[in-house]
């Protein structure tokens, strides 16, 4: 068993950042690849971002590429997702997902374990 927590959502103002953390405990993190996903109000959950066991290897969206980094911290078994840049469009629930460790994908019924959530709302 996994449990992720995720922090750090709020509110902030567009072109603004915000740095989320996903702390785990349970299992064994270093072995596990790592994903942010995000959900807005009326929309399906999307990727966001991914990242090896390893730390060097990452997977972006399109959509954040260029304005999101994604980070892990295996000692701390955290995750991070610092976001820059921020748009309304980015407005959404964001979660945290681990996945065993062959995973490399995208979609969301690939990852075992997912934290609860947290609010990320960018106003214009």
């Known amino acids: 068993q996994v449990q992720l927590v995720e922090s750090g959502g709020g509110l902030v103002q567009a072109g603004g950042s915000l740095r989320l953390a996903c702390a785990a405990s349970?299992?064994?993190?270093?072995?596990?690849?790592m994903g942010w996903f995000r959900q807005a109000p009326g929309k399906e959950r999307e990727f966001a971002a991914m990242?090896?066991?390893?730390?060097?290897?990452?997977n972006y969206a399109g959509s954040v590429k260029g304005r999101f980094s994604i980070t892990r911290d295996n000692a701390k078994n955290t995750v991070y997702l610092q976001m820059n840049s921020l748009k309304p469009e980015d407005t959404a629930v964001y979660y945290c997902a681990a996945g065993r460790p062959m995973t490399w994908s995208t979609r969301i019924n690939d990852y075992d374990y997912w934290g609860q959530g947290t609010q990320v709302t960018v106003s214009s």
């Open positions: 349970g299992g064994t993190f270093s072995t596990y690849v």
């Open positions: 990242i090896g066991w390893s730390g060097t290897v990452t």
